[in-house]
């Protein structure tokens, strides 16, 4: 079993858990994800890493509660323990060696985007980070980016704080003020990282994107987390999930994504239920 030291709301729909895995902390590196379920029954979730600690032995997650396992995790307290928590899957960033590089989040992406930050920073690299949020109220590890970045640009849709606008406007404004990145890394919404790689795609910059379809058993066994890279199917859990943002069909990864909303909001529904009864 694996204990929550600490768990924090970060904004209304995504929590931070902090959760004792020695043997995770110890191998895990930015990039990869774990696989979690809250209890004995509940569905296998797959989070990615958003930082370790490996002398206190502490992975941390964060997610956003919009379906009925997330739902079920964040009952979850400190003190209690999560029933199984796998990992590190999937292959580590490869960012060894690069001297100046844009990592640019959206949303709860974010929380994948800050452990690559993070660890550029220590790497030595000159690391400018764009991050974008919807409106203030959702906004998300703001000084925990400021702590790794050389420069800092916040953006909102709707300009409720930083500057109004996409992520996308930030990234090519810095290009054009003299930028030369050595990649550019983006993290969010399939929709974002797509617009990403449109604008780098203009200046020729190499651009990883990280991909996270859905995923049931994360060794590549099942197919669910299938992408096409480049002409060829690729399985995010095992190939990935860093992946050469030119080459993903996003409109197909998109198409897929939609799959199961009608599923995703009846099992939704039900555990809402279920746990309005166990409130009762």
Do not use: W
């Not at 703001?142 to 916040?154: H, I, L, T």
């Amino acid at each position: 079993m694996f204990k929550i030291i600490k768990k924090e709301a970060l904004n209304p729909t995504v929590t931070k858990m902090v959760i004792e895995a020695p043997l995770i902390a110890k191998k895990a590196e930015p990039g990869q994800f774990i696989i979690i379920r809250a209890k004995e029954d509940s569905e296998r979730i797959p989070l990615t890493v958003a930082d370790y600690d490996r002398e206190n032995g502490t992975v941390t997650i964060i997610f956003q509660i919009v379906g009925a396992g997330t739902m079920e995790l964040n009952t979850l307290n400190e003190g209690e323990c999560v029933h199984d928590f796998v990992g590190p899957l999937g292959r580590a960033s490869e960012i060894e060696g690069l001297k100046k590089v844009a990592v640019v989040g959206g949303g709860v992406g974010c929380a994948i985007a800050y452990p690559v930050a993070k660890k550029l920073h220590e790497l030595g690299c000159e690391v400018h980070t764009i991050t974008g949020f919807r409106n203030k109220d959702l906004v998300i590890l703001e000084d925990e980016f400021k702590a790794v970045s050389d420069k800092q640009v916040m953006m909102t849709d709707d300009g409720s704080y930083g500057e109004k606008g996409l992520v996308t406007n930030a990234l090519e404004k810095l290009i054009n003020d003299g930028n030369q990145y050595d990649e550019v890394i983006a993290i969010g919404p399939l929709v974002m990282m797509k617009f990403v790689c449109k604008v780098t795609e203009k200046y020729n910059i190499k651009t990883t994107v990280s991909m996270n379809p859905i995923m049931i058993d994360g060794t590549g066994m099942c197919g669910g987390c299938r992408l096409t890279v480049g002409g060829e199917t690729k399985f995010a859990c095992v190939d990935g999930p860093d992946f050469d943002g030119h080459l993903v069909d996003f409109d197909e990864a998109m198409h897929r994504g939609t799959m199961y909303k009608e599923f995703e909001q009846h099992a939704r529904e039900e555990s809402c239920n279920l746990l309005n009864m166990e409130v009762k």
